[in-house]
T-cell receptor, first 115, second 111 residues
Framework: GAGVSQSPSNKVTEKGKDVELRCDPISGHTALYWYRQRLGQGLEFLIYFQGNSAPDKSGLPSDRFSAERTGESVSTLTIQRTQQEDSAVYLC?????????????FGQGTRLTVV | GDSVTQMEGPVTLSEEAFLTINCTYTATGYPSLFWYVQYPGEGLQLLLKATKADDKGSNKGFEATYRKETTSFHLEKGSVQVSDSAVYFCALDTGGFKTIFGAGTRLFVKA
């Protein structure tokens, strides 16, 4: 597609339920990132995929969080047993190459509310 | 590890005032540097970038110069407008295929 697409755009879930967030990166972009943005705060890195290399999971806040990506296509971020502190906007971005070509293109985000 | 530090906000200015948002970085390699902007209700978008020392990135009246000696990439604009109200993020990429973002600085411009 023309840009990074995320779904759903909004998700309200009950505490303790699992949620799955989806990201469709720009075609041909080998790198894909997930970030979390809590209300009024900056970007918190969660996980990074680069091609077929092992993902960088160093930002995942707990073992309730996991993410998958098949090749250079769609990625899903799964949050198990959601907590109210998980409420945030989850942003996905993709990029191509290194140096000047690593401009990250962001999706509109998924706003997750845990009630 | 690599990191980006931005001045804390919010920054509140009157229209036509001069803007500076400080950004410093720590990196082991020779990073490319970026400023992203997030307007209210919108997603992040690239504002400007610089790929090597002494490069100046510019866009929409904003400028930032890549200063290797001070490891800085401060964002400046000579005359801000109400429409510039947004959150600004400084970011770097060291060529390791990972973009690292600062915490963001919120700018309010009053008419």
């Amino acid at each position: 597609g023309a840009g990074v697409s995320q779904s759903p755009s909004n998700k309200v879930t009950e505490k303790g339920k699992d949620v799955e967030l989806r990201c469709d990166p720009i075609s041909g972009h080998t790198a894909l990132y997930w970030y979390r943005q809590r209300l009024g705060q900056g970007l918190e890195f969660l996980i990074y995929f680069q091609g077929n290399s092992a993902p960088d999971k160093s930002g995942l806040p707990s073992d309730r969080f996991s993410a998958e990506r098949t090749g250079e296509s769609v990625s899903t971020l799964t949050i198990q047993r959601t907590q109210q502190e998980d409420s945030a906007v989850y942003l996905c971005a993709s990029s191509l190459g290194t140096g000047a070509r690593t401009e990250a293109f962001f999706g509109q985000g998924t706003r997750l509310t845990v009630v | 590890g690599d990191s980006v530090t931005q001045m804390e906000g919010p920054v509140t200015l009157s229209e036509e005032a001069f803007l500076t948002i400080n950004c410093t970085y720590t990196a082991t390699g020779y990073p490319s540097l970026f400023w992203y902007v997030q307007y209210p209700g919108e997603g992040l978008q690239l504002l400007l970038k610089a790929t090597k020392a002494d490069d100046k990135g510019s866009n929409k009246g904003f400028e930032a110069t890549y200063r290797k000696e001070t490891t800085s990439f401060h964002l400046e604009k000579g005359s801000v407008q109400v429409s510039d109200s947004a959150v600004y993020f400084c970011a770097l990429d060291t060529g390791g295929f990972k973009t690292i973002f600062g915490a963001g600085t919120r700018l309010f411009v009053k008419a």
